[in-house]
Structures are given as C-alpha cells and as structure tokens.
C-alpha cells in the first residue's frame, strides 16, 4: 500500500501505520449500514420499477410478461386520465408554488419592518407549517363543509356568496381549493427563508440607497430583492419538485376526485397502485415522472452553475 | 408636532400592523377554529350559526377520542416507531457521518456522499409501490418494521449530512492527542468525537423524530391491522368513521397536533437555522 510504501521506517519501527490502516477499514464499515439501507430501500424499488414498467403485473391476476413500451404506449394515448392528470400536476405545481411564493415573499418582508412584537409574529406565522398534512386536511375539510362549514357561513354571512360552495366536492372548484390549502400550510416556510435571507442584505447599502433618495418601494425592488435571487431560487426549485411529487394533500382532501378533477399524475400513481391494482402502469408512470425530474435537476444544475459563473 | 404631521408619519405603520393581524388570521384561523371545535358541545357545532368563542365548554369529544376510539394505540405505535426510528437514525448517521467527515478522500466515500444527496431527493410516491411489494415478499405488511425501516432510510441522508458537517467542526488533532495518549481508535469516535456533536445530535433525532411522527403516505399504505394503525393515518381513517362528528374529528386533531406544534416552536432556532439553509423537507 501507498502509505507503507512511504513510510517503510515508521513502519517497521510499528509506530502508526497499523492504527491507520485499521481507521480506514473502519470507514467503510461505518459508511456500510447506511449504504445497505439506501441501497435496498431506495435504490433496488427504482431499478425495481423500471422493471415492473415493461412488464404487465396486476395484483388481481398473477403472473407477469415483458409487453415492451406498451404501457407507456397505452398512458400516452389516454385522453381521460393521463392526459388530464399531467395539465393538473401543472396547475397544483405552478398555483401551489406560485401562490406559497409570493404569500412568503409578502410576509416576509411585512414581517421584516420594525415592528413592535415581530419576534412573536414571526414564531406565530410558522404555525401553520408545523401542523400534519393530515390534520391540516381534516381542518379544512371542516372549514369548508357545505352545510355547517365556517368558512361558507362568513363567505354568505358577508353577502360575497349567494348560497354555500361545496368547495372540495365541485368539478370546477376542487383543484383550486386543494392548491389554496397547500398554499395555507406550505407559505410559512418561504417566509422563514425569506426572512433569513433578507436579514442578511447588508445595511450600508439600503442606508446608502436611503441617502441617495430611493424610498422603501424602490429599495425593496432595487436593493433586497436581487438580494433574494439565490434563496428564491432553491426554494422555487425545491418545492417544485415536492409539489409535484405530493400525493397526501389531494388525496386527504378530494381523493383526487370529483370525478378526477383534481388527480395529478402522483396521484394517479398511487391510485394505480393501490386502488385499482395495476402495478405496471403505475410504474410506467413513475418511470415517466423520475425522467422529468431529472430533466429539472439538470436544469437547476445548469441554471445554477451558470448563476455562479455570472456573479 | 402638527396632527396632521403625525398621521402622515404613522399611517403606513399602522398599515403594516394591519397587514399583520390580517396574515395572523389567515395564518391562525384554522388552527383557532379545530380546538374552538373541539372544546364546544355538538349543538354549537352543527348550526348554521356557529359560535366562535364557545359559549359552553365540554369535554365529550375529547372523551369520545380517548376511552372510545383507538387514539392512544395509534399515539403509543406511532411513539414505537418516531423512538425507535430516531434510535436507528442516530446510530447510522453517526457512523456514516463521521466516515463521512474524515474519510472524505478515500474512493467510495464521495460516491456514497452522492449517493446520500441524491437519495434525499427521490420523492416516496414513487417508491410507494415497488416498496409495498418489497415488504410483502419479506412478510413484513402489517408490522411496525416495514415503517420503521422505511422512515429510517429516509431520514439518514439528511442527518448523515448533518453529522458530517458537525463531526467537521471537531478538530482532528483532538482525535490524534487521544490516540498518541492510548485510546484505542475505535473509541475516539465513542469517547471523543462524539460528545463533541451533541447539539448536533439532537438537531439530527428531532428531524428523524418528526419526519416519522408526521409521515403519512407510507404509514397508510404498509398497516391495515387497526391495532397497528400509526397516528397520522389513523386520524384519516376517523374522517371515514365519524363523517359528521366534526367535534370528535377536531378533538383528535387538537390532541394530535399540540405536542408537535409546542415541539417545534420550543426548538424553532434551530428549526429556523435548518430552513435557512434549506435542509428541511417540507
């Protein structure tokens, strides 16, 4: 080895090498079980999957063939599922994160004036980050429930509505009331980030700015907000990907339904999965959803590697 | 100072505290309305003109929750899993942390470091399904194992990367002194590089403890046995039961959601540190 090689004196004196060697044994047996756990529980049901999606398994009959693309074949032809599924991904995934942006962005920087107690608003505002998707859905279940639901009592108390919405159980308004709970639950973490990231724009210069004229308006446009870039960028892309991905919200609140309204293509795989039993469509879909994200991972790297060379 | 002076200065302060209490609403409303629920009687709850605050408080949900429903077995499996899972988690990130850290130029180890942050990335919708059918095969639907393997998978890429950076900032040389004094090398991960990692320990067991504790997908989908059921899906599973008690439905919520909630906010500085750097999965 390299090290005794280099170091034949020492070596034979048996003062250090040993030890060393022996470390370096032990950082591959420290790094092992963590690897056995990726390996078979993330890596193996990937590779898995790209398997199952030229095969045509279904847990109601046994048996499995190789069919080919013929699932992807069959996805890519369906006007009434898959079609519909892959424009509502888009709609939940730009409303949701569009919408968790800007909410953010207001609060955030709301939150940075000096205000007396921001310490406290700031603690309070996160709250609705901290609540599980399950319960955040039960809640909003109940807030708009057709009948006795508050939110339909104010909204007709108020005169802005003619009579109840039921707001989860209507073809035209169930994706868009998934997208404002998402919004709901997901703003706060935007804030925080945000709120850190703003904190950190050096003072001199919006003290400058302020010398030189530029009111809160345009210091905010011109000064914190190109501040913002890299922080809005991460946080844009990462919530694009785990908005996309998401299965739980929709499913805790409309099932994807009514009538498949509000079914993306995440849930549509797990409707394939468990609902409807067809294993290998699900996976073709899946197959179909790791290509896209790793046509944005390849963006982000490209975009983020071509920010870094621009700065 | 003329009034008029004084209101031009204070207007737009009062503006924002009016844009505050507005997003406090819109921020707070729900969570003031699920224990405003849960505390007043049914009669309060089905009208078409709801109280807001509870003219009369009752405890019948909350009873109803507890002694009648299967709430505290989904609390105590869900607490089986968060542990023992936290646990786990400790126990693998450290040591692959700490390889991690000071092995980073032996082959292998970077790829695994990829590896990690990649690993971090795969969405669970799209391991749902082939893991259900890994679990089957290895029999272990319907057991807290197939949970508590999952969750930790998880969570050990991120608390790996965590370590690293903890077990970075513990000198070398702190190590090689023990070492030239005696201690055998395998204990100076145990005896000193360790202790030296608390605060990042308990950092990486919150994060392990929470991603588990509020999981769901999974959780709903390996466990079918109701004595089994961990909470999250088990509070899905009242909404089918009790459609329209929407007192008991917000009671288990408010018991459900507390502890995590006064969890989180007791630890926020470091939550808040996590989310700046844009570590914490959402």
Redesign the interface.
């Known amino acids: 080895m390299a090290i005794d090689a280099a170091q034949p004196a020492r070596a034979r004196r048996g003062v250090h090498v040993p030890?060393v060697r022996?470390?370096?044994g032990?950082?591959?047996?420290?790094?092992l079980?963590?690897?056995l756990?990726?390996l078979?529980?993330?890596?193996?049901?990937?590779v898995?999957?790209f398997v199952?999606s030229v095969q045509n398994v279904n847990l109601v009959r046994p048996g499995s063939e190789f069919v080919g693309l013929d699932n992807f074949r069959s996805q890519l032809t369906d006007r009434t599922l898959f079609w519909p599924a892959v424009w509502h991904s888009l709609v939940w995934t730009a409303g949701s994160v569009g919408g968790e942006y800007l909410l953010g962005l207001g609060?955030a920087a709301?939150?940075n004036?000096p205000?007396r107690g921001r310490g406290l608003?700031r603690?309070?505002?996160?709250?609705?980050?901290?609540?599980?998707?399950?319960?955040?859905a039960?809640?909003?279940?109940?807030?708009l429930?057709p009948?006795?639901g508050?939110g339909n009592?104010l909204l007709v108390r108020l005169g802005i509505l003619a009579e109840p919405v039921y707001w989860l159980g209507d073809l035209s308004t169930a994706l868009g009331t998934t997208i404002f709970v998402n919004v709901?639950r997901?703003f706060?973490?935007y804030t925080?980030?945000l709120l850190?990231?703003m904190q950190a724009v050096p003072k001199e210069l919006l003290e400058a700015a302020s010398i030189d004229g530029a009111n809160a308006w345009q210091r905010f446009w011109k000064i914190t907000l190109p501040h913002l870039k890299g922080?809005s960028f991460?946080?844009i892309v990462?919530?694009v990907?785990?908005t996309f991905?998401?299965?739980?919200f929709i499913w805790?609140l409309t099932e994807g339904g009514p009538l498949h309204a509000s079914e993306t293509l995440?849930t549509l795989?797990?409707r394939m999965?468990?609902r409807t039993f067809q294993?290998s469509q699900?996976?073709s879909l899946?197959v179909m959803?790791?290509a896209l994200?790793l046509i944005v991972?390849a963006g982000y790297r490209l975009l983020s590697r071509r920010r870094v060379q621009g700065e | 100072m003329p009034p008029s002076t004084r209101w031009r200065r204070s207007w737009p302060?009062l503006l924002?505290?009016a844009?505050?209490v507005v997003?406090?609403a819109?921020?707070?409303f729900?969570?003031f309305?699920?224990v405003s629920?849960a505390v007043k009687p049914t009669n309060e709850?089905?009208?078409?003109?709801?109280t807001f605050i509870p003219t009369q408080l009752s405890g019948e949900h909350f009873a109803l929750v507890l002694w009648k429903s299967n709430f505290l077995v989904y609390v105590r499996n869900s607490l089986l899993v968060a542990t023992t899972v936290t646990a786990a988690t400790l126990?693998?990130?450290t040591?692959?942390g700490?390889?991690?850290s000071?092995?980073q130029r032996?082959p292998?180890?970077t790829a695994?470091g990829v590896?990690?942050i990649v690993?971090q990335?795969?969405?669970?919708?799209?391991?749902?399904?082939?893991?259900?059918?890994?679990m089957k095969n290895l029999g272990l639907l319907d057991s807290l194992w197939s949970l508590i393997?999952?969750y930790?998978?998880f969570s050990?890429?991120l608390s790996?990367l965590m370590l690293k950076g903890f077990f970075d900032q513990v000198p070398v040389e702190v190590e090689e002194a023990a070492?030239l004094d005696g201690c055998p090398?395998?204990q100076v991960v145990w005896r000193i590089a360790l202790p030296l990692a608390v605060p990042g320990l308990m950092t990486t067991a919150l994060y392990a403890f929470v991603q588990s504790?509020?999981e769901?997908?999974f959780g709903y989908?390996f466990i079918s046995q109701d004595d089994l059921r961990t909470l999250?899906?088990g509070?899905?599973d009242?909404?089918g039961i009790w459609t329209v008690d929407?007192g008991a439905?917000?009671a288990a919520?408010s018991l459900?959601?507390l502890p995590?909630?006064v969890a989180?906010?007791y630890l926020?500085r470091y939550?808040?540190s996590g989310?700046?750097t844009?570590a914490?999965?959402?």
């Open positions: 030890k022996g470390r370096y032990y950082a591959y047996l420290f790094m079980p963590a690897v756990l990726l078979g529980l993330t890596v193996w049901p990937l898995r999957t199952l609060s709301l939150l004036l205000l608003f603690m309070l505002v996160l709250i609705p980050w901290t609540v599980p998707i399950v319960i955040a039960m809640t909003w279940r109940w807030i429930q009948e006795y508050i009592v709901w997901s706060p973490f925080i980030a850190a990231a922080v991460a946080l990462l919530h990907v785990w991905n998401n299965v739980e805790l995440a795989v797990y999965g468990f294993i699900a996976a899946s959803m790791i994200l991972g | 302060t924002a505290y844009s505050v997003l406090l819109y921020a707070l729900p969570v309305w699920m629920t709850i089905r009208t078409a003109d709801p126990v693998v990130s040591l692959a700490y390889s991690f000071r092995f032996l292998g180890i695994a590896g990690m690993g990335l795969v969405p669970g919708v799209l391991l749902v399904v082939p893991l259900y059918i890994t393997l999952t930790t998978t050990v890429p790996t070492e090398s395998w504790w509020n769901f997908l989908t999250t899906p509070l899905a009242f909404i929407w439905l917000m919520a459900a959601v995590v909630t989180y906010l926020q939550l808040i989310i700046a844009g914490t999965k959402g």
